[in-house]
């Protein structure tokens, strides 16, 4: 009866400490937001909310508009996991399904180092090696634009989702395939009708994730999308994200409406990758509530 009692107190214990990080970790979160709140509301004020995210950047004008870099980090993002998704949907099926042993292992082992690599790396990677093949053979002006931030972005969050895809590829249960088998369906029906369907939260999970990460990247679009705060209108053109505009402001002027600015970023920012995050929980829930 004692080590009865002492685990039930054991228990309660461990499940208030939980309980308590939950709400601690919630406390610090919606503090951050609500800061960045406080310190861009001098610009809000003054330009009002919409304005402030439909107008162009033209500080000389009076203009602190971030449409410029709303648009170019969601065209880096979108444009990543365009070139991304196929890649590590290919190279998940390799691994988990297709691929022989030894291969398949290497090819994982690579992924999973592959996720440990800095950013910075893949930063200077892309300046030294990508950069210039973008100049030269597209005749891209100095090579520091979205096409070149985007090649590198998408190698850089290709592991996370190839790792995600492939936890959710092996989840499949090995009946269902058999049974695809049995019915005479080849590797490729089966990929289709069979695993893909029962993976796809996973998969959607893996994506979204991946997009999160994309969005709030800095260093690759700092390095290499050549920081131009115009709308973008060309692959071609210099562009510069969110993140990007927030390392190069925030020297100004404490009192700026300029510093304000970064903050207004960082809302953006904030509520883009909560909503990322809330919807991949909710449609991940969802789809496990709904698998066959």
């Known amino acids: 009866m004692k080590r009865r009692v002492d685990g039930l107190r054991s228990e309660k214990a461990v499940r208030m400490a939980l309980a308590t990080a939950v709400v601690t970790a919630a406390a610090l979160t919606g503090a951050i937001f609500l800061y960045m709140l406080v310190l861009a509301f001098p610009l809000f004020a003054h330009g009002h909310v919409f304005r402030v995210l439909i107008q162009d950047w033209a500080p000389l004008q009076g203009r602190y508009g971030i449409r410029p870099m709303i648009g170019a980090s969601l065209a880096l993002s979108f444009g990543a996991l365009a070139l991304a998704i196929p890649v590590s949907l290919g190279c998940a099926a390799f691994v988990s399904i297709w691929g022989r042993p030894k291969p398949a292992l290497f090819v994982r082992r690579f992924v999973q180092t592959m996720t440990g690599i800095p950013t910075v790396v893949y930063g200077f990677v892309g300046a030294f090696l990508v950069v210039p093949v973008v100049r030269d053979v597209f005749q891209a002006g100095s090579g520091r634009c979205l096409f070149s931030a985007i090649l590198v972005l998408s190698l850089m969050i290709s ?15 090995k009946a269902y395939v058999l049974a695809a088998s049995a019915l005479g369906a080849g590797p490729a029906e089966k990929f289709l009708w069979v695993i893909l369907p029962c993976a796809r939260a996973g998969l959607i999970t893996g994506v979204l994730l991946a997009f999160g990460r994309a969005f709030g990247d800095t260093l690759i679009s700092l390095m290499l999308a050549g920081n131009a705060a115009v709308f973008p209108s060309s692959l071609f053109h210099s562009v510069r994200t969110l993140t ?26 904030y509520a883009v990758n909560a909503a990322i995050a809330l919807v991949a929980w909710n449609l991940r829930s969802r789809l496990l509530e709904n698998r066959p």
């Open 159 to 173: 592991p996370t989702m190839v790792l995600f895809f492939i936890d959710a590829m092996e989840s499949v249960p």
């Open 244 to 269: 990007a505009h927030i390392a190069l402001v925030i020297a100004a002027d404490f009192q700026s409406l300029e510093f304000a600015s970064i903050f207004a970023c960082g809302v953006v920012l």
